[in-house]
């Protein structure tokens, strides 16, 4: 099994939805992560979490919103979805090092 | 603005052949290194660091090089196998144990049979 999963992989909506991109880690991990990937333009932060108590803005957290639910559960959501959202979403954790991170499978999202 | 490049979208090399990946950066507060490599419909995997004490770091086939003085680092992989194709990230860091990675935009390399 996986040790980092994100659902739904794959993912069409329309604009002015909310739409929520769940993740799960069995790593046992304190430290996860939401990346977006566009074309051109890398991997970027937007969301990031030290544990259950502690979430921090990345560098492109407008717009998104996360929950930590659980030590293995963070979730980010987009209150109101616009085109420009559209992206491969990608899911990480890491151990206390920090850089070293495991991604999961991504979510291709599209808004309409 | 772009302070990791990876100037070159896609890269071929033969089986067998040394493969070249090349990223440029532009902060010079960046001193640890990385890069990741990402199969289509997986997420990206870490391949191999440095840290910027040091100008080499060799796992197996894999060597990354770090140039501080031309902001330059290159990973080598001899030699290359059908299951090294894929897309390569490099990425960099401020100080080791900082959350925030800056990643670059990646290379496709493609070894030829």
């Known amino acids: 099994d996986a040790d980092v999963t994100q659902t739904p992989r794959n993912r069409i909506t329309k604009t002015g939805k909310r739409i929520m991109l769940e993740c799960s880690q069995t790593k046992g991990h304190d430290r996860m992560y939401w990346y977006r990937q566009d074309p051109g333009l890398g991997l970027r932060l937007i969301y990031y979490?030290?544990?259950?108590?502690?979430?921090n803005k990345g560098e492109i957290s407008d717009g998104y919103s996360v929950s930590r639910q659980a030590q293995a559960k963070f979730s980010l959501s987009l209150e109101s979805a616009i085109p420009n959202q559209t992206a491969l979403y990608f899911c990480?954790?890491?151990?206390?090092?920090?850089?070293?991170?495991?991604f999961g499978p991504g979510t291709r999202l599209t808004v309409l | 603005d772009q302070q990791v490049k990876q100037n070159s979208p896609s890269l071929s090399v033969q089986e067998g052949r040394i493969s070249i990946l090349n990223c440029d950066y532009t902060?010079?507060?960046?001193?640890?290194f990385l890069w990741y490599k990402k199969y289509p419909a997986e997420g990206p995997t870490f391949l191999i660091s440095?840290?910027?004490?040091?100008d080499k770091n060799e796992d197996g086939r894999f060597t990354v090089f770090l140039n501080k003085s031309a902001k330059h680092l290159s990973l080598h992989i001899v030699p290359s196998q059908p299951g090294d194709s894929a897309v390569y990230f490099c990425a960099a860091s401020y100080n080791f144990g900082n959350e925030k990675l800056t990643f670059g935009t990646g290379t496709r390399l493609t070894i030829i049979p």
């Open positions: 902060n010079s507060m960046f001193d640890y």
């Open positions: 979490s030290f544990d259950v108590k502690d979430i």
């Open positions: 440095i840290s910027s004490i040091k």
């Open positions: 990480a954790t890491s151990d206390l090092a920090g850089e070293r991170k495991f």
